[in-house]
T-cell receptor
């Protein structure tokens, strides 16, 4: 089946630094990818929709200058957490939609971000 | 607009007992329906999905779910729980039109007692 690869799986960074998370669709092209944030023992919260070749669409309450999304190709979307703070520590998950034969969402392995 | 409700944030069963995780949805258009499983510090793995055709869908690890349009439900079942089934389970809905956004339920943590 289709695979989505997310990297890195774990990252620890200092406050004030930036962290980039990559999401790749390995065997299909994804014009749309989604970025989620998951707090402990909670469901996934959609942060933004990443659109290839255009600006991302952010959900209400998500700071676009804080969470920079770039979708430069049909197989790669990146999420950069800028000037990270401890409250940004969370589990981030990306998803890509394969449209054929029927729409189905595939998820990356997730990235555990810890800001110290 | 669409929404998903998972009744019971925690479900505890004994090993070998029936597993029943409930999911109800609302959607303005006929939906595609999914169940995902998540193990600690991992992404989501697809258990099964309903798109068209037979309303009883069989998935991996012995799970199955039945789409009941009249009840707007898509409950997940497994006849006999195994210790390895302990995880977080998410029900999700996607509209079957051009939009491909998944809407998730709140999740249900399944605990399996020996």
């Amino acid at each position: 089946g289709a695979v989505v690869s997310q990297h890195p799986s774990w990252v620890i960074c200092k406050s004030g630094t930036s962290v980039k998370i990559e999401c790749r669709s390995l065997d299909f092209q994804a014009t749309t990818m989604f970025w989620y944030r998951q707090f402990p023992k909670q469901s996934l919260m959609l942060m933004a929709t990443s659109n290839e070749g255009s600006k991302a669409t952010y959900e209400q309450g998500v700071e676009k200058d804080k969470f920079l999304i770039n979708h430069a190709s049909l197989t790669l979307s990146t999420l950069t957490v800028t000037s990270a703070h401890p409250e940004d520590s969370s589990f981030y998950i990306c998803s890509a939609i394969s449209r054929f034969p029927l729409p189905e969402a595939f998820f990356g392995q997730g990235t555990r971000l810890t800001v110290v | 607009a669409q929404s998903v409700t998972q009744l019971g944030s925690h479900v505890s069963v004994s090993e070998g007992a029936l597993v029943l995780l409930r999911c109800n949805y609302s959607s303005s258009v006929p939906p595609y329906l999914f169940w995902y499983v998540q193990y600690p510090n991992q992404g989501l793995q697809l258990l099964l999905k309903y798109t068209t055709g037979a309303t009883l869908v069989k998935g991996i690890n012995g799970f199955e779910a039945e789409f009941k349009k009249s009840e707007t439900s898509f409950h997940l079942t497994k006849p006999s729980a195994h210790m390895s089934d302990a995880a977080e389970y998410f029900c999700a809905v996607m509209p079957n039109n051009a939009g491909n956004m998944l809407t998730f339920g709140g999740g249900t943590r399944l605990m399996v007692k020996p």
